[in-house]
C-alpha cells in the first residue's frame, strides 16, 4: 500500500505529489511482533543457559559438600580410634589436604562453568548488537530512499 502527500509549493494552491511506500515510513504491527517474539525468544534462551550454569554450580557444591563430609566422618572415625597424638595430627592434615584438593578441583569447575555462562552472554550480546544494526542501517536506508523518491518527485 503506497501514501500520496500532497505538499503545497510556496504558498500556491499547486503541490507535488508524491508516492511513498508505508514499509519504508513504518513498521508493520506484524513485523514489530516479529521482532519482539524473536527478542522474547533469546531473552528466554539466554535465562536458560544462565540457569543451566547455576544449576552446574548447585550440583558441583553439593558433591563438594559431600565429598568433604564423607572425608570428615572417615578421619573422624579413624581419629577415635588412634591411640597416639603424632597419627591423630597425620589424620587431621590429610583431613585438610583432602579438603584444599576438592577445593581446587571445585574452582577450576567453577571457573568452567562461569566461561561457558560468560560465553553464551557474550553471544547473546552480539547478536542484540548486530540486530540493533542492521535495523538502523535498514532504517538509514529506508529514510535515503525516501529522501531520493521527495527528491525525484520534486524535480519533476
Do not use: Y
Not at 522474547?40 to 568433604?68: C, F, H, I, R, Y
Not at 589436604?97 to 567453577?110: D, G, H, K, L
Amino acid at each position: 500500500m503506497s501514501l500520496r502527500f500532497i505538499a503545497p509549493i510556496g504558498g500556491s494552491a499547486d503541490g507535488i505529489q508524491l508516492d511513498l511506500h508505508e514499509e519504508l515510513l513504518m513498521p508493520t504491527s506484524v513485523q514489530i511482533i516479529a521482532d519482539l517474539n524473536s527478542r522474547l525468544e533469546s531473552l528466554s534462551e539466554l535465562a536458560a543457559k544462565t540457569l543451566d550454569g547455576v544449576e552446574e554450580v548447585m550440583t558441583l557444591n553439593l558433591q563438594m559438600s559431600k565429598a568433604l563430609l564423607g572425608d570428615a566422618a572417615r578421619i573422624g572415625a579413624a581419629r577415635l580410634g588412634c591411640k597416639d597424638v603424632p597419627r591423630t595430627f597425620a589424620l587431621e592434615a590429610g583431613l585438610w589436604q583432602s579438603a584444599a584438593e576438592t577445593a581446587n578441583t571445585c574452582s577450576r569447575q567453577v571457573f568452567g562453568i562461569a566461561a561457558a555462562t560468560n560465553a553464551e552472554m557474550i553471544r547473546f550480546a552480539a547478536a542484540q548488537s548486530a540486530r540493533a544494526q542492521a535495523n538502523f542501517v535498514s532504517a538509514f536506508d529506508g529514510a535515503a530512499r525516501t529522501t531520493s523518491a521527495v527528491a525525484d518527485e520534486a524535480r519533476h
